[in-house]
């Protein structure tokens, strides 16, 4: 068990560009999220996978935010047109199944100038 | 919609002490998992202790345990014999059993001093 990785750790942007950022689950985990952390605040769920379905998307995930799990191993989420107002932390995290402890990455830091 | 609050911003307990964390939820749901996340300051989100809410028993984990009061939609955390790696912020998150994702309440930051 490695745990979930995300890369990168930190990323520094200006306004208006493109980022992406990579998580990969615990391999026999078939449901991978995605949260959005800001500071003081708990984390905002975003989206889920179940293999490689994007089976929810909240509210929050304009049509600038995509994400992918294309072959049910790792996903990806990108941002586009990045805004000041996207800066924070974005979580990953990965389970074997519905109401099953949610296993987290450490995050990639999004900072946005 | 499904909320958890938790009224307590932040907290300080000494070392060796006992602390209590609130936590409350809404729900119309009958069947659901109450967790509690620790974040220490590495950020890294890591499971303290769950709960489902069919078991009366309180759920326990060395020095973490619950009090589940599931009429009241009361799920506090007692963390007794407090250390200093204790400190971090403490989430209480609540996911029904028909949802698919885990709702996290705002936290409590939790200082254990000497």
């Known amino acids: 068990d490695t745990g979930v990785s995300q890369d990168p750790r930190h990323k520094i942007t200006k306004r208006g560009q493109n980022v992406t950022f990579r998580c990969d689950p615990i391999?026999?985990?078939?449901?991978l999220y995605w949260y959005r952390q800001t500071l003081g605040q708990g984390p905002e769920f975003l989206t889920y996978f179940q293999n490689e379905a994007q089976l929810e998307k909240s509210r929050l995930l304009s049509d600038r935010f995509s994400a992918e799990r294309p072959k049910g191993s790792f996903s990806t989420l990108e941002i586009q047109r990045t805004e000041q107002g996207d800066s924070a932390m974005y979580l990953c995290?990965?389970?074997?199944?519905?109401?099953?402890?949610?296993?987290f990455g450490s995050g990639t830091q999004l900072s946005v100038l | 919609a499904q909320t958890v609050t938790q009224s307590q911003p932040e907290m300080s307990v000494q070392e060796a002490e006992t602390v209590t964390l609130s936590c409350t939820y809404d729900?119309?749901?009958?069947?659901?998992?109450l967790f509690w996340y620790k974040q220490p300051p590495s950020r890294q989100m890591i499971l303290v202790i769950r709960?489902?809410?069919?078991?009366?028993q309180n759920a326990t984990e060395n020095r973490f345990s619950v009090n589940f009061q599931k009429a009241a939609k009361s799920f506090s955390l007692k963390i007794s014999d407090s250390q200093l790696g204790d400190t971090a912020m403490y989430f209480c998150a609540f996911i029904p059993g028909t949802a698919s994702k885990l709702t996290f309440g705002t936290g409590t930051r939790l200082q254990v001093t000497l």
């Open positions: 729900t119309s749901e009958n069947n659901y998992y």
């Open positions: 995290a990965s389970t074997p199944g519905p109401n099953e402890k949610l296993f």
């Open positions: 709960q489902e809410a069919y078991k009366q």
């Open positions: 391999s026999e985990h078939n449901r």
